[in-house]
């Protein structure tokens, strides 16, 4: 299996509003509904040096509490699974939510790791992929990046 791990990113929010966010997918809804066709967001993203053209795949998502779906096109559909939570309240302060592909073209688990900081809470991602050499050739840069820019996204949003 293949690694791929975000940069830390900071999130000036408590990390019992984080874990009660992101532990349950359909509170990702307006989030979601608003980033489809925000002009600020996309400003925001391009000023920041990336690519906001990643949003566009927004308009293609189903989420319920425990699942979140993506139509990626060429690649089919996309989909993980939450297959565990811990709670930072019953975790001496951290918290994890794990993930596992269900629909996928590749079979990859996710976890969200999140420790209390001084400005908030200290998230980061981490994505496993089972990659044969020619896909770990052709999608491991964009998966690097991805995993990265997706990190930054969770970490726009409000708590």
Do not use: C, H
Not at 8 to 36: C, F, G, H, T
Not at 37 to 56: C, F, H, V, W
């Amino acid at each position: 299996m293949s690694q791929y791990e975000s940069q830390v990113k900071q999130i000036a929010a408590p990390i019992e509003a984080v874990y009660a966010k992101l532990s349950n997918l359909e509170n990702l809804r307006p989030v979601i509904e608003n980033a489809q066709n925000n002009d600020t967001l996309r400003q925001k993203i391009e000023e920041a040096g990336q690519d906001p053209s990643y949003l566009n795949m927004l308009k293609n998502v189903t989420l319920t509490a425990d699942s979140v779906s993506l139509d990626t096109g060429m690649m089919g559909t996309f989909e993980l699974d939450i297959i565990n939570r811990e709670d930072p309240a019953e975790n001496s302060g951290k918290g994890t939510i794990k993930f596992q592909t269900a629909q996928s073209p590749i079979d990859a688990n996710m976890w969200i790791q999140l420790l209390p900081g001084e400005l908030g809470t200290r998230m980061k991602l981490t994505l496993k992929a089972d990659l044969n050499p020619m896909l770990k050739m052709m999608l491991g840069n964009k998966l690097e990046a991805g995993i990265d820019k997706f990190a930054d996204m969770l970490s726009m949003i409000p708590y």
